[in-house]
């Protein structure tokens, strides 16, 4: 641990001192990425690769320089334009005063005449030196060329470098995957690609959804009448690059505007409240379904990785941030190394659907269950639900109650949670129709109805009623008396109502008998009991479960008998002895539904 921390330490410092060298290098790495299709398809035309680069570099220098171009005459404008708005401005600040400023000054006045002031204060307020005069201006030529050099040469040593990795791309990632070894080939080159695809449809996804954002904008301001309505709408659109302080500047900066420019103050709500419906619509509408909420980061993450890389390398690591980010949480899905950013800064914590339900029920929050379900059994059925998310829940809660990780007392709260989380699905899940039928039919395979046409055809010479009183049988789903059997077979119930099955739940022991039970009355019909599904025994209980095995069998012959073997849980009794009683030993409640599903079909 040790270790780690003193090797992250000397990477931020090393970032820290390098910020002169590598971030231009890390910009150049970037706009080589978006910039690489580009080339790509200019390469396959017939332009070759040098050619290619440089003509795609070369576009990508021309448009951001028309966009200086565009940007610098239009704050000019706006420059020569502020003298006719110096009297507003005034005015405004003047009224501002009066109502924030006069009244502290009053209250210190008065302050000022209760408690005297020291005569030292008073003489070192009255013998005050004056302030020293400021420096002869320089020369302007040399101001202007000083101001401009920085950002000439560094936009000057960018496009250089973006020349030679687009020229050198396949180079570079042989001498990444060489650096990697040969062990970790697969991995650095899903790695790579998958960084580099992501990165660069998310950078063009976000290009194109900040300008549109730009313009419409720009004519949104100039409906409600704001000068120059072309600038702020390229400002509002170019902010967007910069997570969140980019937003908030450009806001700002509009609203600062509009109240500069109009003696009231109509103009500037109405261009702050276009602003915030477009940005609103933005976030919530557009980005959603154009490359997801956070591009695979979580919200916290996007704002910690701008502050990091914002601290470490200035205005340009903010503008880095979301893209270098990025590319090392995708990096960290197959580099070990790099796994904790992933989980850290990642969109999804890395805790499967199931480990975090094991996680809401330890802390006895079924509600939290209930909200994260309820999307899940929108898109799927309940039984599928239970298939991947709750029953390696228990699985997990199982396993840890067996190595005495978990007390009684939290076993039983995990219990609670989730049969109270299921009882509230089951009242608010959507009705069953014809599509999730056909759905979990199909997950009955062929080999499976081959395998039970001659049992079946053998239980159905016993049926006591007739085949049209399978459409309203029963299925029975029993298990041992015990809180693991009885929470799995109210579990499959509810996945069987969720078809329209009318399924019941019972407990099977020493003194299980017909009284209470669904059993075959004396005349057929409905209310018989068609299949019975077993809760799949643990290696402690299977004496208990093959008496009890045998008593459903006994009690209904003409039935057919599964056993459900969750394929999560430690400690299951061998399959081979279990097998004997039952006719069929399934793995999944959607196995259960479909098997059921298909027996009630009619006979072709």
């Given at each position: 641990?040790a270790?780690?921390?003193?090797?992250?330490?000397?990477?931020?410092?090393?970032?820290?001192?390098?910020r002169?060298?590598?971030?231009?290098?890390?910009?150049?790495?970037?706009?080589?990425l978006?910039?690489?299709?580009l080339?790509r398809?200019?390469?396959?035309?017939?332009?070759?690769?040098?050619?290619?680069?440089?003509?795609?570099?070369?576009?990508?220098?021309?448009?951001?320089?028309?966009?200086?171009?565009?940007?610098?005459?239009?704050?000019?404008?706006?420059?020569?334009d502020?003298?006719?708005?110096?009297?507003a401005?005034?005015?405004?600040?003047?009224r501002?005063?009066?109502?924030?400023?006069?009244?502290?000054?009053?209250i210190?006045?008065?302050?000022?005449?209760?408690?005297?002031?020291?005569?030292?204060?008073?003489?070192?307020?009255?013998?005050?030196?004056?302030?020293?005069?400021?420096?002869?201006?320089?020369?302007?030529?040399?101001?202007?060329?000083?101001?401009?050099w920085?950002?000439?040469?560094?936009?000057?040593?960018?496009?250089?470098?973006?020349?030679?990795?687009?020229?050198?791309?396949?180079?570079?990632?042989?001498?990444?995957?060489?650096l990697?070894?040969?062990?970790?080939?697969?991995?650095?080159?899903?790695?790579?690609?998958?960084?580099?695809?992501?990165?660069s449809r998310?950078?063009?996804?976000?290009?194109v959804?900040?300008?549109?954002?730009?313009?419409?904008?720009?004519?949104?301001?100039?409906?409600?009448?704001i000068?120059?309505?072309?600038?702020?709408?390229?400002?509002?659109?170019?902010s967007?690059?910069?997570?969140?302080?980019g937003?908030?500047?450009?806001?700002?900066?509009?609203?600062?505007?509009?109240?500069?420019?109009?003696?009231?103050?109509?103009?500037?709500?109405?261009?702050?409240g276009?602003?915030?419906?477009?940005?609103?619509?933005?976030?919530?509408?557009?980005?959603?379904?154009?490359?997801?909420?956070?591009?695979?980061?979580?919200?916290?993450?996007?704002?910690?990785?701008?502050?990091?890389?914002?601290?470490?390398?200035?205005?340009?690591?903010?503008?880095?941030?979301?893209?270098?980010?990025?590319?090392?949480?995708?990096?960290?899905?197959?580099?070990?190394?790099?796994?904790?950013?992933?989980?850290?800064?990642?969109?999804?914590?890395?805790?499967?659907e199931?480990?975090?339900?094991?996680?809401?029920?330890?802390?006895?929050?079924?509600?939290?269950?209930?909200?994260?379900?309820?999307?899940?059994l929108?898109r799927?059925?309940?039984?599928?639900?239970?298939?991947?998310?709750?029953?390696?829940?228990?699985?997990?809660?199982?396993?840890?109650?067996?190595?005495?990780?978990i007390?009684?007392?939290?076993?039983?709260?995990?219990?609670?949670?989730?049969?109270?989380?299921?009882?509230?699905?089951?009242?608010?899940?959507?009705?069953?129709?014809?599509?999730?039928?056909?759905?979990?039919?199909?997950?009955?395979?062929?080999?499976?109805?081959?395998?039970?046409?001659?049992?079946h055809?053998?239980?159905?010479?016993?049926?006591?009623?007739?085949?049209?009183?399978?459409?309203?049988?029963?299925?029975?789903?029993?298990?041992?008396?015990?809180?693991?059997?009885?929470?799995?077979?109210?579990?499959?119930?509810?996945?069987?109502?969720?078809?329209?099955?009318?399924?019941?739940?019972?407990?099977?022991?020493?003194?299980?008998?017909?009284?209470?039970?669904?059993?075959?009355?004396?005349?057929?019909?409905?209310?018989?009991?068609?299949?019975?599904?077993?809760?799949?025994?643990?290696?402690?209980?299977?004496?208990?479960?093959?008496?009890?095995?045998?008593?459903?069998?006994?009690?209904?012959?003409?039935?057919?008998?599964?056993a459900?073997?969750?394929?999560?849980?430690e400690?299951l009794?061998?399959?081979?002895?279990?097998?004997?009683?039952?006719?069929?030993?399934?793995?999944?409640?959607?196995?259960?539904?479909?098997?059921?599903?298909?027996?009630?079909?009619?006979?072709?």
């Open positions: 641990m270790a780690r921390i003193i090797a992250a330490t000397c990477i931020v410092a090393l970032l820290y001192v390098g002169e060298v590598l971030a231009p290098l890390a910009l150049a790495a970037v706009l080589s978006v910039l690489a299709p080339k398809r200019l390469a396959g035309r017939g332009l070759g690769h040098a050619a290619g680069a440089a003509v795609s570099v070369l576009l990508a220098a021309g448009s951001i320089a028309l966009a200086a171009v565009f940007l610098t005459s239009q704050f000019v404008d706006v420059a020569s502020m003298p006719r708005y110096r009297q401005v005034r005015a405004k600040l003047q501002a005063r009066d109502v924030v400023i006069r009244p502290l000054e009053r210190r006045s008065d302050i000022v005449q209760v408690v005297p002031q020291a005569p030292a204060a008073r003489s070192q307020g009255r013998d005050a030196a004056p302030r020293a005069a400021t420096p002869a201006e320089q020369d302007a030529t040399t101001v202007l060329i000083s101001s401009v920085g950002p000439l040469s560094k936009a000057g040593m960018v496009l250089v470098l973006l020349v030679f990795i687009l020229l050198g791309h396949e180079t570079i990632r042989e001498r990444v995957i060489r990697a070894g040969e062990a970790e080939v697969g991995g650095t080159i899903q790695a790579i690609e998958d960084a580099a695809q992501g990165v998310y950078l063009f996804s976000q290009f959804v900040n300008a549109t954002f730009g313009v419409v904008l720009g004519i949104a301001l100039w409906a409600v009448g000068p120059n309505p072309a600038l702020w709408g390229a400002l509002g659109g170019l967007r690059f910069v997570p969140y302080v937003a908030l500047g450009a806001g700002t900066a509009i609203a600062a505007f509009a109240a500069a420019v109009d003696p009231g103050w109509s103009l500037m709500f109405w261009s702050i276009s602003f915030l419906v477009l940005s609103g619509l933005v976030a919530h509408f557009v980005e959603p379904q154009v490359y997801g909420h956070t591009a695979g980061l979580a919200p916290l993450g996007v704002v910690l990785s701008a502050i990091f890389w914002g601290s470490v390398w200035g205005p340009l690591g903010l503008l880095l941030s979301t893209p270098m980010t990025l590319c090392l949480v995708v990096a960290g899905r197959y580099i070990r190394a790099l796994e904790p950013i992933t989980v850290m800064f990642g969109e999804t914590p890395g805790l499967s199931g480990l975090r339900l094991y996680q809401q029920a330890l802390s006895g929050d079924p509600q939290n269950i209930v909200r994260a379900g309820r999307p899940y929108r799927s059925n309940f039984a599928r639900y239970c298939d991947q998310v709750v029953l390696p829940a228990l699985a997990l809660a199982l396993a840890d109650a067996r190595q005495s990780r007390g009684k007392e939290q076993q039983e709260r995990v219990r609670l949670s989730i049969r109270e989380a299921a009882r509230e699905l089951a009242r608010t899940s959507p009705g069953v129709d014809a599509s999730r039928r056909r759905r979990s039919s199909s997950l009955l395979d062929a080999d499976i109805g081959a395998h039970l046409k001659q049992v055809e053998t239980r159905m010479s016993l049926w006591p009623g007739s085949r049209a009183d399978l459409q309203s049988s029963v299925v029975l789903c029993a298990g041992l008396r015990n809180e693991r059997d009885e929470l799995i077979s109210e579990l499959l119930a509810q996945a069987l109502r969720d078809e329209g099955i009318e399924a019941r739940t019972v407990s099977v022991d020493a003194t299980w008998g017909y009284a209470g039970l669904p059993g075959p009355p004396a005349g057929g019909g409905s209310g018989l009991v068609s299949t019975v599904v077993l809760a799949y025994p643990l290696v402690e209980d299977h004496e208990a479960w093959q008496s009890a095995s045998l008593k459903v069998r006994d009690a209904y012959p003409y039935a057919m008998v599964l459900v073997k969750p394929p999560y849980q400690g009794a061998d399959e081979m002895l279990v097998r004997g009683p039952v006719d069929l030993v399934v793995r999944s409640f959607s196995e259960v539904v479909a098997f059921v599903l298909a027996l009630r079909a009619p006979a072709p």
